[in-house]
């Protein structure tokens, strides 16, 4: 895999999507930026890369589903899709038991878990219970399987890996949830915990298209369209694989990246700031800032953002791109503008606000926005 043909791999993915969904181009490049996206994380099996794992707190019937479902379908990929109720039970993503009366013996059921791509819709719906079941998926990618042992008489307890059970044993490897989580219905949901949303590494909202592309929906007849499978999964693999080769992170660009993380902090030192007093809106407002896991998530996405603009997925005009930037033999370095254009997305749904902040008009992403500003950068 070279750039040229990673740049083809991606483009014909998203010519595809964008046949069937119009008007959200930044939300396909963003779940492709996802897509290839090497977040490494500690499993049994030892240090492995997973991608990067999203949550869209939007309003419904902008075409999550439909993004997702053609994308697994684009690449080759098993995906599953549950809606959160409150009668959903943990067993039901990880799994369970069912008894064998002929042979005398305990079945294994895979639960939706099991699966490539899993889109959690209406998260918040289900119980603490049921979306904290997710968890070990997002991060270890297994589960604590607990059964009786016939023979030893004992009630034991197995790591039981979530990967799809057939297919490519290196693609077995790839798991990729993102749930969604509607923003105005709240009354008898459950908002997902700090800790549950730390481990998505990208936020999103989709949006409204403009008035053009919403005619053309309204116009076109979609049932008539058909995604084809135009790339493997282990194509989308050696893509992510190469971003790694590809992208270099230089010490100035980590060293923006913990800047920005500590001034997201209430009661830190602004001593990377442009003017400390206005960062003081972070200590008045903001109860929680990003962890020290989500610095490993940041770099990821940022060296995933840089791969992308260098393959030009980002630039509104492909017949204008050039070709030469994919034939540099040395590694393209991540800069202060790939980090501050990725940073909402990864920072935004990490902050967590004051009772009151709000009210103020001091929102998630107004206070991005001013850490973003206010935020020196090494010279």
């Known amino acids: ?21 119009f008007g959200i181009r930044p939300a396909i490049n963003l779940a492709l930026v996802a897509l290839v996206t090497r977040v490494k994380y500690s499993t049994r099996e030892g240090k492995a890369y997973g991608a990067g794992h999203m949550f869209f707190n939007d309003v419904p019937g902008q075409g999550k589903s439909d993004l997702l479902s053609k994308l697994a379908v684009s690449i080759s990929a098993k995906y599953t899709r549950e809606n959160g109720t409150p009668d959903l039970r943990p067993s039901d993503l990880l799994g369970f038991h069912m008894y064998d009366r002929v042979n005398n013996r305990y079945h294994w059921i895979d639960g939706k878990l099991a699966t490539n791509i899993f889109f959690f819709d209406e998260i918040s719906r289900a119980t603490p219970k049921t979306q904290s079941a997710s968890l070990s998926a997002m991060e270890e990618r297994e589960l604590i399987e607990t059964h009786i042992d016939s023979e030893k008489g004992a009630v034991v307890s197995v790591p039981r890996l979530l990967y799809p059970v057939d297919g490519d044993p290196r693609n077995r490897l790839f798991f990729w949830m993102i749930a969604a989580q509607n923003p105005i219905e709240q009354e ?35 049932m008539d369209k058909r995604i084809e499978r135009c790339v493997s999964l282990s194509d989308i693999l050696d893509v992510a694989e190469l971003s790694l080769e590809a992208i270099e992170l230089t010490d100035s660009a980590e060293e923006y990246a913990e800047r920005l993380v500590e001034n997201s902090r209430p009661g830190c030192e602004r001593k990377y700031a442009h003017d400390p007093a206005l960062l003081g809106l972070v200590d008045r407002y903001v109860a929680v800032g990003m962890s020290t896991r989500s610095m490993f998530h940041f770099l990821a996405a940022a060296r995933a953002y840089a791969f992308t603009e260098l393959l030009g997925l980002w630039q509104a005009d492909d017949t204008k791109f050039d070709q030469s930037r994919l034939h540099n033999d040395k590694p393209y370095k991540i800069t202060v503008e790939h980090i501050q254009t990725i940073v909402p997305h990864v920072m935004g749904h990490r902050l967590f606000l004051v009772a009151g902040a709000e009210a103020a ?3 998630r992403n107004r206070i991005v926005r001013e850490i973003i500003k206010n935020t020196r950068v090494e010279t």
Do not use: C, H, N
């Open 188 to 222: 008898g949901t459950y908002l997902l915990p700090e800790a549950q949303l730390d481990r998505f590494t990208y936020s999103a909202v989709i949006g409204y298209p403009d008035r053009r592309e919403e005619k053309r929906l309204l116009r076109e007849p979609m």
């Open 1 to 21: 895999m070279d750039l040229v043909r990673a740049r083809e791999t991606l483009l014909s993915i998203r010519e595809q999507l964008e046949w069937f969904l």
């Open 361 to 363: 008009g001091y929102s």
